[in-house]
C-alpha cells in the first residue's frame, strides 16, 4: 500500500521514533513547526477518525498523557494542542494520526478557536444538539 505512515512503519522509509509498543507508534512531524512536534499513529493503517474502531482509538489514545507529559518535560511549552486533521482538504496523509503539538511564546500559530460567544441563541444550540443526537441513535461502533 502506498502509504508514508504504513511505510515509516514498516521501516521502508527513516524516521525519529520516540515511542512504540505492539499497536502504536510515534514519531517526530518532519516539518517540526514547534519544536517537539510529534506525531502518533496506530500500526493498523486506518484512513482517519471516520474509520476508526473503538478499540484501535483507546490504544492510541492511551499513549497521550504519557508522551504529553514527556514533551512537556522535555521542552516547557507553554502549552500543548492536541489535534487531528480528518478527511480533505485538512488532512494530508490518509492514515489517522494525532498532532501532539508543544506551544512556545510567539511560536506564530493561533492560541485558541474563533470565539463566537453571545452570537447565536438557545434555539440554534438546541438544533445543533438535535443533530447530533438523531445521528448517534443511528450508530453503533
Ligand atoms: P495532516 O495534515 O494532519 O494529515 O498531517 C500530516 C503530517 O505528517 C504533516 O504535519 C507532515 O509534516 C507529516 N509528515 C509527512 N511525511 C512525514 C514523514 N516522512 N515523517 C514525519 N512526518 C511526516
Ligand atoms: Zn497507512
Redesign the pocket.
Known amino acids: 500500500m502506498d502509504c ?2 504504513c511505510n ?1 512503519r514498516a521501516g521502508k ?4 521514533k520516540v515511542y512504540e509498543d505492539d499497536n502504536v507508534l510515534a ?5 517540526q ?1 514547534t519544536k517537539g ?1 510529534t ?1 502518533i499513529i496506530p500500526k493498523k493503517h486506518v484512513k482517519n477518525v471516520y474509520e476508526l474502531d473503538e478499540q484501535t482509538a483507546m490504544n492510541i489514545f492511551k499513549v497521550v498523557p504519557r508522551l504529553a507529559k514527556a514533551i512537556n518535560k522535555a521542552f516547557s511549552p507553554i502549552g500543548l494542542n492536541i ?3 480528518n478527511d480533505q482538504p ?5 492514515h489517522f ?1 494525532i ?1 501532539l503539538i508543544p506551544r512556545y511564546e510567539d511560536d506564530g500559530m493561533e492560541l485558541s478557536t474563533i470565539n463566537n460567544y453571545g452570537k447565536f441563541n438557545s434555539e440554534y444550540f438546541n438544533n445543533l444538539v438535535n443533530s447530533i443526537k438523531k445521528e448517534l441513535e443511528h450508530s453503533a461502533i
Open positions: 508514508i505512515f515509516i522509509i527513516p524516521s525519529y514519531f517526530l512531524d518532519i516539518t513547526g512536534h506525531l489535534i487531528s486533521n485538512l488532512q494530508s496523509v490518509f494520526h498532532h
